[in-house]
Each structure stands twice: as structure tokens, then as C-alpha cells.
């Protein structure tokens, strides 16, 4: 296991509806990425946080947006659900911004209805 | 732009075989690449990555990827299969735009039959 843990595991929401997913990185890392997987696909990057800020967003629109706290943890939100926001969301840490060897967590499958 | 590509979506070993995953890239540069593995149900778990140096990189549970500049190719390997391995395994490239972050190819299901 990688020390990452993501919550909740499992969430059903509706179209329009607004959804909170958090994630607790790795002991010692600071860096904080967020990925989208959806079915049968490989992860898409949504975005990264270092020291509480924005580092680089991928192609994903401003209704996705994260936080990121002093501990580094860090939670993801996405306004007004869309049915295609279904996936699961991975967030991934890694020691620092230079380092690139990212270390996931188990996930949080989210169902739009 | 930067990817990977992953041509088989499914390969299929009978245990004690060995196996090949391909993974092709195309970087400008001098490429980062990894390979990450899922269990069902389970995040991506890290099995090793080639930065610089020896070109045969060795990683966990007795997995190896050669790494070829010629063929642009970073194709994971296992000496001998085991059910256990039956998995879906992905090929990543990183990529540097403001943040460091994975492109991932699609993933190739691989299993194992006994």
C-alpha cells in the first residue's frame, strides 16, 4: 500500500447535484495530483497542488475545482454534475514538486444519475 | 504532443510463460516513462520507471521493462507468469506543463490462465 487513502469509496449523486472527494497524501509529500479515469480508459489529469496552491490544471473545466490544506491533504469538488462525470477519481501524491514518481490512492467511484 | 500508446487492449499467457506488455512513445526529449498495475477495485500501483541509464529497469513482484531510443518502445516483461499478475496494466509518459503530471496510455488487460 502506498500510504495514499481517499474518501468516500463508493458515491452516487445526481445530475446537477455538487460532490466533495478528499484524499490524504503519503507521509512527508507535498505534492497533491488529481486524476480522472473513466471506464475502460487510462487517467486523465484534472490538476495538482503544492503548498496550497494550483500548480497546472489539465483540460477540465472550472466546475472541477480543489483545495489543498497546511497538512496536505486535499479534496477535489465538481459543481453541477454531468452524467459523464462518472469515473473514478484517483488522487496521487508524490515527495516533492521535482519528484516524478507519483503514488495513488485506492480511489473514490463516483455514479451520476 | 506527448503520449503513449498501448496497442494490445488484451493479452492473454498461460502461467509459467513469460509475458510482454507493449507500450510505444512519442516525447520531445529525453522521455520519463513508467508502469503502473491495477487490481480490480484498486488504485494504480507504481512497478518501476526508466529516467536515465541501464536500459533494462527491474521493478517489483520480479517485473522489467526494456527501454529502446530506436523503436521508441518501453515494453514491461516477466520472466515467468503467474495468475496472480492477471491485471490491468498502464504505460505512462510524464509530462511537464507548469506541473509535472502523467499521460497515461489506455491500459492492457492482462491475464494469466493456470
Known amino acids: 500500500e502506498t500510504g495514499v487513502t481517499q474518501s468516500p469509496t463508493h458515491l452516487i449523486k445526481t445530475r446537477g447535484q455538487q460532490v466533495t472527494l478528499r484524499c490524504s497524501s503519503q507521509?512527508?509529500?507535498?505534492?497533491v495530483s488529481w486524476y480522472q479515469q473513466a471506464l475502460g480508459q487510462g487517467p486523465q489529469f484534472i490538476f495538482q497542488y503544492y503548498r496550497e496552491e494550483e500548480n497546472g490544471r489539465g483540460n477540465f473545466p472550472p466546475r472541477f475545482s480543489g483545495l489543498q490544506f497546511p497538512n496536505y491533504s486535499s479534496e477535489l469538488n465538481v459543481n453541477a454534475l454531468e452524467l459523464d462525470d462518472s469515473a473514478l477519481y484517483l488522487c496521487?501524491?508524490?515527495?516533492?514538486?521535482?519528484?516524478?514518481?507519483?503514488?495513488f490512492g485506492p480511489g473514490t467511484r463516483l455514479l451520476v444519475l | 504532443a506527448q503520449s503513449v500508446a498501448q496497442p494490445e487492449d488484451q493479452v492473454n499467457v498461460a502461467e509459467g510463460n513469460p509475458l510482454t506488455v507493449k507500450c510505444t512513445y512519442s516525447?520531445?526529449?529525453?522521455?520519463?516513462l513508467f508502469w503502473y498495475v491495477q487490481y480490480p477495485n484498486r488504485g494504480l500501483q507504481f512497478l518501476l520507471k526508466y529516467i536515465t541509464g541501464d536500459n533494462l529497469v527491474k521493478g517489483s513482484y520480479g517485473f522489467e521493462a526494456e527501454f529502446n531510443k530506436s523503436q521508441t518502445s518501453f515494453h514491461l516483461k516477466k520472466p515467468s507468469a503467474l495468475v496472480s499478475d492477471s491485471a490491468l496494466y498502464f504505460c505512462a509518459v510524464r509530462v511537464i506543463q507548469g506541473a509535472q503530471k502523467l499521460v497515461f496510455g489506455q491500459g492492457t488487460r492482462l491475464t494469466i490462465n493456470p
Open positions: 507521509s512527508g509529500h507535498n505534492t
Open positions: 496521487a501524491s508524490s515527495r516533492t514538486i521535482f519528484q516524478e514518481t507519483q503514488y
Open positions: 516525447v520531445s526529449g529525453n522521455p520519463y
